[in-house]
């Protein structure tokens, strides 16, 4: 029983600091949004997310530990330097786009603390560089979990307080605003720089131990971990959807205003739900920053053996800072709105890499994926990606 413990610590952290990123800015605010439109109606759906969420990350998971390196690493190794570049395309897509959602979640936190967001969204950029260039990731995601903790717990007591309400626990009303939601659901949720994050940390992981587990113990508890992880995930998702639900100012049809957020902290935090609410969001946001930084380091620099990380961080960066001092407030949630339904989009390619390599006996060897594996993770994979492309498309139609 002792020695359990002690594995189970040793190898806690990729699997949970991947899915704690997942509620980030833009999913809380994707989550606010479903309970200021349509109240308790998606908790069904944030449930069925489980499923696809637990086996796309198990499958990274089970790539850093089989091989002992991220998929930028495995993917230069095993296959073609063409191919290996072609592979990133899709990495280097998706940590732009995550990297726009976040800086806009930050300003709209910036919005609902009344500071001004040229400046607050450079002095965030200034501090993110600061980070990622000096290796402070430990020590940042220390204090922003803890902070994004504390927003976690701030919402889960406000739902406590305002009691559970007799709203229908599902909607399904198909029109384009439902099928927007829907899509973007899917991209708040399944988030390709996690995939690339949970790779490379558990191989971070493996080269702590050293061989000390065998890699089938290591297997077990990282299936457990992230099995658990989705599950806290998509909980997590709901609360926050039931606590905005009937927030003043929102109603069906619309999207809820930063001003409407900012209160929705007040039956625990009184006049200080505003700082409260935004401080934590910004944190959510920054702490995605991090994460989506080290998948960048860990992805697209090891799989085109880039040195100079700084620049690619910048280049990938720096739209996103343009975007977030560019963009009027009053576009802000709806910007961010729709950067979750690209997120669909770009998942396709994540979706592809991971299930070819997990397949390849070449690479995982016995721990490849067996017949119902590969079904049970492609069948998942691909009708929720299916169903929020559809979704997508139908609710621009």
Known sequence: MHSRILRIIRLFGPAW???????????????AQLGAIFQYGFIWFLMLLVIPLYFVQEASGRI????????????RKYYSKRIAAVMTIPMFLTDIVTY?????????????LGVPIIFGIAVAYIVFLWV?????????????????????????????LRGVKAYPLFAFNFTHLYLFMIAATVGAVV???????????TSEKMKEMSGKIPVDEVLKESKENTFVGAIVTELLMIVVEMTFSGIPNAHSGTF???????????????????????IGLMAAGFLALVVVALASAWGVAEALKIKNKTALFIMESLPAFALAILLPPSSLISSVMSFLVVFVFVLIGP??????????????????????????????SLMILAFGIASAIFSLI
């Not at 726009?100 to 609902?112: D, N, R, T």
């Not at 988030?191 to 940390?201: E, G, N």
């Open 132 to 160: 990622v260039t000096r290796n402070e990731y430990e020590y940042a995601e220390k204090v922003l979990l803890v902070i994004s903790g504390i927003l976690i717990l701030g919402l889960l007591s406000t739902l406590l």
């Open 64 to 75: 850093g530990a089989v091989t002992g390196e991220g998929l930028g690493a495995t993917i």
């Open 100 to 112: 726009v959602a976040e800086f806009l979640g930050i300003a709209i936190g910036l919005e609902i």
């Open 17 to 31: 600091i991947v899915m704690l990123a997942d509620m980030d800015a833009s999913s809380i605010i994707g989550a």
């Open 351 to 380: 979706v592809i890499i991971l299930g070819m390599i997990t397949q390849n006996k070449k690479i995982m060897g016995q721990h490849a994926f067996s017949r119902g594996e590969s079904v049970a993770y492609w069948c998942s």
């Open 191 to 201: 988030m390709p720089f996690m995939l690339f994050f949970q790779a490379s940390a």
């Open 256 to 278: 809820a205003s930063a001003q409407s957020f900012a209160g929705v902290l007040q039956p625990i935090a009184g006049s200080f739900s505003p700082y409260v609410f935004g």
